[in-house]
């Protein structure tokens, strides 16, 4: 079946405007996950969605940043008066919701800013 | 609070040599543990897991053993290969939602 999907797949904005990217999770997963990616770095967690509970915004590195999820489904991450500090892979990933389950990755977009 | 170590890269191995990447971590109550692998332009994807001490989990060649004792769970492979060469990434699961990920550990193998 289908995986994750994310579009665009490479964003390059100026500093200062606003961007949106969104994530297609697997069909029938209630967990969605997004993180950053910085060149060289690690995954730092910035928001996750749980069925029709309250996200999680605890990763959250700023108000610029906010995120939404559809009808349990599509989520939209977007990031205002983008800054350069902002450049890096934004990956979003889909889970079953259950304890200890795996998460699925999809590939990935990579965001510049100039 | 919950956290993971894992060896800093890049790792430079020749093809055919042994591998092993190391990864602690830090958990209240039994974690599951899992180690991902990214390799180069795609998205993350599971390697292999454990979900309780002992347990082994294995795929492709690769091994990890749950050791509660030495709270750790370190990666190997007996004969790493070219296309092996990707970034690795040790992660914990504590339940609740969040899961633990590590800074990642590039792994390059050389022809």
């Known amino acids: 079946g289908a995986g994750v999907s994310q579009s665009p797949s490479n964003k390059v904005t100026e500093k200062g405007k606003d961007v949106e990217l969104r994530c297609d999770p697997i069909s029938g997963h209630t967990a969605l996950y997004w993180y950053r990616q910085s060149l060289g770095q690690g995954l730092e967690f910035l928001i996750y969605f749980q069925g029709n509970s309250a996200p999680d915004k605890s990763g959250l590195p700023s108000d610029r940043f906010s995120a939404e999820r559809t009808g349990g489904s599509v989520s939209t991450l977007t990031i205002q008066r983008t800054q350069q500090e902002d450049s890096a892979v934004y990956l979003c990933?889909?889970?079953?919701?259950?304890?200890?389950?795996?998460?699925?990755f999809g590939p990935g977009t990579r965001l510049t800013v100039l | 609070g919950n956290s993971v170590t894992q060896m800093e890269g890049p790792v430079t191995l020749s093809e055919e040599a042994f591998l092993t990447i190391n990864c602690t971590y830090t958990?209240?109550?039994?974690?599951?543990l899992f180690w991902y692998v990214q390799y180069p332009g795609e998205g993350l994807q599971l390697l292999l897991k454990?979900?309780?001490?002992?347990d082994k989990g294995s795929n492709k060649g690769f091994e990890a053993t749950y050791r509660k004792e030495t709270t750790s769970f370190h990666l190997e492979k007996g004969s790493v290969q070219v296309s092996d060469s990707a970034v690795y990434f040790c992660?914990?699961?504590?339940?609740?939602?969040?899961?633990?990920f590590g800074a990642g550990t590039r792994l390059f193998v050389k022809a």
């Open positions: 992660a914990l699961y504590t339940g609740g939602f969040k899961t633990i």
């Open positions: 958990a209240t109550g039994y974690p599951s």
């Open positions: 990933a889909s889970s079953l919701g259950i304890s200890g389950d795996t998460q699925y």
């Open positions: 454990a979900t309780k001490a002992d």
